[in-house]
């Protein structure tokens, strides 16, 4: 599977720097799924839960209030107002 370097931040600071097979949210058209090789786009991201899927397969998920997520040719960014992973 390919990734794509994700970073996650808020005003806290970076809530996950590093390399993603997948992210999903709920952006201001509805829910979507970023994966490696996605053609650039920026949207708003509403409030909702989202996931990270890594390499070895884990699944991690959060919650937001929203934010904006950047999409590049080899990078995501997502800048949240709040990020709080499960379990923390």
Same mark, same amino acid.
């Given at each position: ?5 994700l ?5 806290? +600071? ?13 952006g ?16 708003? %991201? %509403? ?9 070895? +397969? ?7 209030? +929203? ?13 949240? +107002? ?7």
């Open positions: 599977m390919n990734t794509f370097k970073t996650v931040s808020s005003p806290d +600071g970076n809530k996950f720097c590093g390399d993603a097979v997948k992210l999903a949210v709920r201001a058209e509805g829910e979507l799924a970023v994966m490696a090789g996605h053609i650039p786009f920026v949207t708003s %991201v %509403v409030k909702c839960s989202c996931a990270i899927w890594l390499y070895d +397969g884990t699944k991690k998920t959060a919650t937001t209030e +929203g934010g904006l997520l950047t999409v590049d040719v080899d990078s995501v960014t997502f800048f949240s +107002g709040t990020f709080k992973f499960d379990m923390e």
